[in-house]
């Protein structure tokens, strides 16, 4: 498997667009997540941002803690997740997302091996700050994966260029102050800080948090190489009557944005 960088840094230098779809691991069961994989890679994702639940997503709004609250009530695992991913980490690069108390307690070596060895190529660990990160990123790059870090918009040039320094995988810009979840339109905040981060690096710059139509991942991508799309996804799962029905509206859904972003070209 590619590592991520590599993946998402050839799609923008091809003039396309990144498509990084978050799923929650265990929703709506583990087998449902590896079909929802499946059918996300088959839409024209060019990556998953697999979630693994925590009982205290703090980056996280409403449909994502619903969505990790019951995973865990269904009494899914880390190594569940993890699990999960293997068998799907041939279709495309597979990363995960989870808070640093999951990865600190079973220890960052520890974490970072067993991921690599369930085929996962990435990370992201958002409220692990830069100044505590060394230990993870030691880590994660001694297994060789990839580690995804944020800026905000009040994330001054500075701090920018030294987050940019040490992520790999992409730069994700979030793209608002609040927390993940659909609005009724794109923050003017993404634009703006994604004009910003690309001036920085050369590592590829995705918007996230606040991306939640077709649309908005087009404006979001005038300037971004590209966007991850989570909150939309996962309440259509949350939503469905059968795992069935969550793959096809998933996959319906994730088709529509890759038309989006290969239709805008990044252009509104």
């Not at 978050?22 to 994989?37: E, M, V």
């Not at 996280?60 to 990790?68: F, K, L, M, R, Y």
Request: with cysteine; aromatic share 4%.
């Amino acid at each position: 498997m590619p590592r991520l960088q590599d993946v998402l840094s050839a799609k923008r230098d091809a003039g396309g667009k990144a498509l990084v779809v978050y799923l929650t691991g265990g929703l709506p069961d583990l087998p449902g997540t590896a079909r929802l994989i499946d059918a996300v890679a088959e839409a024209g994702a060019d990556a998953v941002e697999l979630g693994i639940p925590f009982s205290d997503p703090t980056m996280d709004g409403p449909v994502i803690q619903a969505a990790s609250q019951r995973a865990l009530d269904a009494g899914t695992t880390p190594q569940d997740v993890l699990s999960v991913a293997k068998p799907v980490a041939d279709l495309l690069p597979v990363g995960f997302m989870t808070y640093a108390n999951i990865v600190h307690h079973a220890g960052w070596e520890r974490f970072a091996s067993e991921a690599a060895a369930a085929g996962l190529c990435a990370a992201i660990v958002p409220d692990l700050p830069l100044e505590e990160a060394g230990p993870w990123l030691s880590a994660a790059r001694g297994a060789g994966l990839d580690t995804v870090l944020l800026v905000a918009p009040t994330t001054p040039d500075e701090r920018i260029r030294r987050i940019a320094a040490e992520t790999s995988g992409f730069l994700y810009a979030v793209g608002l102050l609040g927390v993940t979840g659909v609005r009724d339109r794109l923050a003017d905040s993404a634009v703006d800080l994604a004009t910003r981060a690309k001036s920085l690096t050369d590592v590829p710059v995705l918007v996230g948090v606040g991306v939640g139509t077709p649309q908005q991942a087009a404006e979001a991508c005038r300037v971004a190489d590209g966007v991850v799309v989570g909150s939309a996804v996962v309440s259509r799962v949350l939503e469905a009557a059968s795992v069935d029905e969550a793959v096809e509206s998933v996959s319906a859904f994730v088709s529509d944005v890759r038309r989006a972003l290969d239709a805008s070209g990044g252009e509104m």
